[in-house]
């Protein structure tokens, strides 16, 4: 089965509208490049003329070789009243050089009265007259028709014909907006297939898979393109139902699903298109990727992550850290006897893993079975797993928890093999903070340093061994703990110059009192990610800055256990 679908991601252009997101020009190109990668159709770049980066982003991307995608722009339909060849908005689309323009312009009878404040008939002549200039000038068209499910709820008629007159004026896509997130899937899957037996085009999913390209059915063809147009949907998160909105639109109907990489976007975000493309090629029997770019949905979510600057979220179907996660040993025995008892799909097919939980280690038992669900790929004698065992529960003692920092474990089971040979050993470290007032020539204290900070410098001096060689090394922080790990990582670097790519993506501290009772330990849990990979490390003490250089030097440890033997 081969049911037609075209994605288009909007991740450089709504996405961005998401608070605190904000991408520089070699961002959006990097993401572009990873877009096409993936195998979306279309990427919308940004907002034609709104502002510099984004037209700078239009000039360069054309640049890029793609081999999937085409760049769209995005803008606004002619201002009301304008000549449309003097408009600057369409002048600018045109400017972008982009080979498809999304314009949007609005098919709600409410917006275009209260917001708009034009007549209905000129918003008309708005849309006919920017798409047909568009094509005129040699551009694919694509039209947003913004508000259309609250506008079609209060006058269909009036919705309907804004999507008509951009049909004969040329638009290749007629996109269905649920611009305020408010409508859920129900609704949409039902209105989708109201659209598309009014316009006259293919209903559902199934069935335009049986006619892939429309036939003359009696229908008049939009002028100009000889080809009907096809539905699009743009959902919106604000009922948390943006996804499930999105594919039953797909399923009544709309050929293009319009989405952002992690749901990122305007307040609850946008349709995220990481689980869009699983849900299609998983659950409901679409290609729109191929095999090996399904695998890859993973590594594209936490790459964007890493690029917008956020916390790839740990429970976010298919691709985060604990979508596919189950304590150890617990369903263990279920688990070995058919992989499928515990998880919805193999989480290879997206690019994910299991998580294994490192928790109730009660035996030698336990522990040899984590060991395997690890993929740690080792054979321990009955020594190593009372070592193990014993090791494990004299740091839970002290404040340890490994369920949270399954890198940790793992290093310790590595570190309990006669062969094993760290990477790096610390020898010592001092670490000072200092009130300097008056530091960077600042006479004020306190709140009134840039940042809300205060003049306290941190400076951390480390000594560290690397094979036969001893390193000393100091640097400065925002903090004690920034100061340890600038000052580790200078050190390291000149060993493993990859180290750069490990970025601390969380930083957890809690007080314990459970162990031994000799007092209030902090556990420190420290999540760090390098755009493919997370791992978690933890530390613990009755100092905070011990407990976390312990879990820093866990992380920095796993990372090059894993990736930089090349000295
Ligand atoms: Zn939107």
Redesign the pocket.
């Known amino acids: 089965m081969d049911r037609q679908v075209e994605l288009y991601d ?1 991740t450089l252009r ?1 996405g961005t ?1 998401q608070e605190g997101i904000s991408l520089s020009v070699e961002d959006k190109l990097a993401i572009t490049q990873r877009l096409d990668e993936l195998g979306v159709q279309y990427i919308e770049g940004g907002y034609a003329g709104a502002n510099p980066k984004d037209d700078e982003y239009f000039r360069r991307v054309r640049t890029l070789k793609l081999r999937n995608a085409q760049v769209a722009a995005f803008g606004n339909t002619r201002r009301a009243g304008a000549k449309v060849a003097e408009d600057p908005s369409i002048k600018a689309l045109l400017d972008s050089g982009a080979p498809v323009v999304t314009i949007v312009g609005k098919a709600s009878e409410f917006q275009v009265k209260k917001v708009l404040g034009t007549s209905l008939e000129e918003n008309l002549a708005m849309i006919a007259d920017s798409v047909t200039h568009l094509k005129a000038q040699g551009r694919r068209v694509f039209f947003d028709a913004e508000h259309f499910f609250d506008g079609y709820k209060s006058n269909p008629d009036y919705a309907l014909q804004a999507l008509r007159v951009a049909a004969d004026a040329g638009a290749e896509r007629l996109v269905l ?1 649920d ?1 305020n997130g408010g409508t859920l899937p129900d609704e949409v899957g039902r209105i989708t297939a109201e659209v598309g037996k009014a316009l006259g085009l293919p209903g559902g999913a199934a069935e335009r898979s049986a006619s892939p390209s429309p036939a003359p059915d009696g229908h008049p063809s939009p002028r100009g393109t000889g080809a009907k147009p096809a539905l699009g949907i ?1 959902t ?1 998160n604000d009922t948390d139902t943006a996804v499930a909105a999105a594919l039953a639109g797909w399923q009544a109907g709309a050929l293009q699903i ?1 989405g952002t990489v992690n749901g990122y ?2 307040r609850t975000g ?1 349709a995220n298109l990481i689980s869009i493309i699983a849900n299609l090629q998983l659950k409901l029997g679409a290609t729109c990727v191929t095999d090996a770019q399904l695998a890859s949905l993973t590594g594209v979510s936490r790459y964007v992550a890493e690029v917008v600057n956020r916390r790839p979220f740990p429970f976010q179907p298919f691709v985060g850290r604990s979508a596919f996660a189950h304590k150890g040993g617990l369903h263990a025995a279920a688990i070995e006897k058919s992989a499928q008892t515990y998880q919805h799909i193999p989480p290879e097919q997206v690019g994910n893993v299991n998580a294994v939980l490192v928790s109730e280690l009660a035996g030698r038992g336990s522990v040899a079975r984590l060991v395997r669900e690890l993929g740690l790929g080792m054979e321990l004698t009955d020594a190593d797993h009372r070592r193990i065992l014993k090791h494990v529960k004299d740091h839970e003692a002290r404040g340890f928890s490994y369920e949270d920092a399954d890198a940790s474990f793992e290093l310790v089971v590595r570190r309990s093999l006669p062969n094993y040979e760290p990477p790096f050993e610390l020898v010592d470290f001092m670490v000072v903070v200092q009130d300097r007032i008056g530091r960077r020539g600042a006479v004020s204290r306190g709140a009134e340093q840039p940042g809300g900070g205060s003049a306290l410098l941190s400076e951390a001096t480390i000594k560290v061994r690397v094979g036969e060689q001893e390193l000393h090394t100091a640097a400065e922080g925002n903090g004690p703990v920034s100061a340890l790990d600038a000052a580790l990582r200078k050190a390291l670097r000149q060993f493993y110059p990859n180290l750069k790519d490990v970025r601390l993506t969380d930083y957890k501290v809690r007080v314990v009192n459970e162990g031994s009772g000799t007092g209030a330990s902090v556990r420190v849990t420290i999540e760090s990610a390098d755009g493919g990979s997370i791992w978690r490390t933890v530390g613990a003490s009755e100092n905070i800055i011990e407990a976390s250089w312990l879990a820093l030097a866990d992380s920095l440890e796993w990372w090059l256990v894993h990736n930089a033997r090349e000295r």
């Open positions: 909007t709504d509208q907006c611009t743009h919106h319009q976007g305007e946008n």
